[in-house]
């Protein structure tokens, strides 16, 4: 039972490039989350999913899109990296309740 | 002025402590508390969750709620250094939308010394 697993685990892009993080899910949660973590801020909410098909605005949505074409999967995409873009993603899965979440071991990403 | 306020330490303090861990928050809508561990290079892992005030003990564990004062604590006895950590609040509104999100604090790095 893996839980939450995301991929890659690292990753460094030049400004400008593209590129997707993936979480897949083995719990069957319908709620999906994408999180960026950044010192002295916290983790703040990008988009988020509340079952297959659908993704709503988190907290800070601009410069990312998802999909949530499977309900184990939810993707990240970035179409036009820049440096501010730099952060540790996270992305969680759980009940609508919202109380647990399960989260997965994190995307380190530098844009340079 | 964030919403949710937590001191960022770093908290540093020898084996067998009492640690308090706190946070502040502005939003008198929020109904659930939680507090979550993140251990260097991994995601949180839910530790306590409490509705509204009042106290929950877990172990070596302690949550309280002061929604008066609105202001939650988490107490750990007998610190050991497997508490090594960074210590993250969060809280949920009562709220009629589609998904309850979480507001976050941004965390306490908490050293336990043997």
């Known amino acids: 039972n893996a839980g939450v697993t995301q991929t890659p685990k690292f990753r460094v892009l030049k400004t400008g490039q593209s590129m997707t993080l993936l979480c897949a899910q083995d719990?069957?949660?319908?709620?999906m989350y994408w999180y960026r973590q950044d010192p002295g801020m916290g983790l703040r909410l990008i988009h988020y999913?509340?079952?297959?098909?659908?993704?709503a605005k988190g907290e800070v949505p601009d410069g990312y899109n998802v999909s949530r074409l499977k309900k184990q999967n939810f993707l990240l995409g970035l179409e036009s990296a820049a440096p501010s873009q730099t952060s540790v993603y996270f992305c969680a899965a759980g009940r609508p309740s919202g109380e647990k979440l399960f989260f997965g071991s994190g995307t380190q990403l530098s844009v340079l | 002025q964030k919403e949710v306020e937590q001191d960022p330490g770093p908290l540093s303090v020898p084996e067998g402590a009492i640690v308090s861990l706190n946070c502040t928050y502005s939003n008198s809508a929020f109904q659930y508390f939680m507090w979550y561990r993140q251990y260097s290079r991994k995601g949180p892992e839910l530790l306590m969750y409490t509705y509204s005030s009042g106290n929950k003990e877990d172990g070596r564990f302690t949550a309280q709620v002061d929604k008066s004062s609105k202001y939650i604590s988490l107490f750990i006895r007998d610190s050991q250094p497997s508490d090594s950590a960074t210590y993250l609040c969060?809280?949920?509104?009562?709220?009629?939308?589609?998904?309850?999100?979480?507001?976050f604090g941004s965390g306490t790095q908490l050293t336990v010394l043997p």
């Open positions: 969060a809280m949920i509104p009562i709220s009629s939308g589609s998904a309850r999100q979480l507001t």
């Open positions: 719990m069957n949660h319908e709620y």
């Open positions: 999913s509340v079952g297959e098909g659908t993704t």
